[in-house]
T-cell receptor, first 112, second 113 residues
Framework: KAGVTQTPRYLIKTRGQQVTLSCSPI?????VSWYQQTPGQGLQFLFE???????NKGNFPGRFSGRQFSNSRSEMNVSTLELGDSALYLC???????????FGPGTRLTVT | AQTVTQSQPEMSVQEAETVTLSCTYD???????LFWYKQPPSRQMILVIR??????QNATENRFSVNFQKAAKSFSLKISDSQLGDAAMYFC??????????FGAGTRLTVKP
């Protein structure tokens, strides 16, 4: 079974721009979660989707949004990028919202 | 809010020895799940072991085992016969029944040859 894939793997953007990251879960997994990982703040939960519905949301500003498609693929969008948004963005999928999560390799976003 | 605390930012162990990584959590829930994840340098995060709170028996996966103390809200990871490939950042994670997922700050494990 193929693992969780994330595209792109690396991204450089400038302040004020917006960015869209993509995540394809493991086949059969219906839950997708997004995390932001930084050296200072560690792993912080962004949001979780299950069957195209947002089930849970972390404490991030409204500039961070996401969605899930009927094939369980998910995208997250960050608008009006700030320098502090530079981070590794991890996507994780699971069979359901109570099962263990399997992580993708991440998208490293650099905002200049 | 549930919090997960890993009090050891860094640990080191000699190859072939045993090391224990600590994790405590705070929750008022009775039904939840606990996990240990491993993130090798510049590599993908992978699941090491999982424990359901309703199970009294400690989970074991090959050289990895946990000591789950529900009353004390403690969930430590023991790595036996440590190998060089065990060097990584280890994260303890808590997932509530209503899907709230929290991670600890991580413990960086160094394995000395």
């Amino acid at each position: 079974k193929a693992g969780v894939t994330q595209t792109p793997r690396y991204l450089i953007k400038t302040r004020g721009q917006q960015v869209t990251l993509s995540c394809s879960p493991i086949s059969g997994h219906r839950s997708v979660s997004w995390y932001q990982q930084t050296p200072g703040q560690g792993l912080q939960f962004l949001f979780e989707y299950f069957s195209e519905t947002q089930r849970n949301k972390g404490n991030f500003p409204g500039r961070f949004s996401g969605r899930q498609f009927s094939n369980s693929r998910s995208e997250m969008n960050v608008s009006t990028l700030e320098l502090g948004d530079s981070a590794l963005y991890l996507c994780a999928s699971s069979l359901s919202t109570i099962h263990e999560q399997y992580f993708g390799p991440g998208t490293r976003l650099t905002v200049t | 809010a549930q919090t997960v605390t890993q009090s050891q930012p860094e640990m080191s162990v000699q190859e072939a020895e045993t090391v224990t990584l600590s994790c405590t959590y705070d929750t008022s829930e009775s039904d939840y799940y606990l996990f240990w994840y491993k993130q090798p340098p510049s590599r993908q995060m992978i699941l090491v072991i999982r424990q359901e709170a309703y199970k009294q028996q400690n989970a074991t996966e090959n050289r990895f085992s946990v000591n789950f103390q529900k009353a004390a809200k403690s969930f430590s990871l023991k790595i036996s016969d440590s190998q060089l490939g065990d060097a990584a950042m280890y994260f303890c994670a808590y997932r509530s029944a209503d899907n709230d997922m929290r991670f600890g700050a991580g413990t960086r494990l160094t394995v000395k040859p």
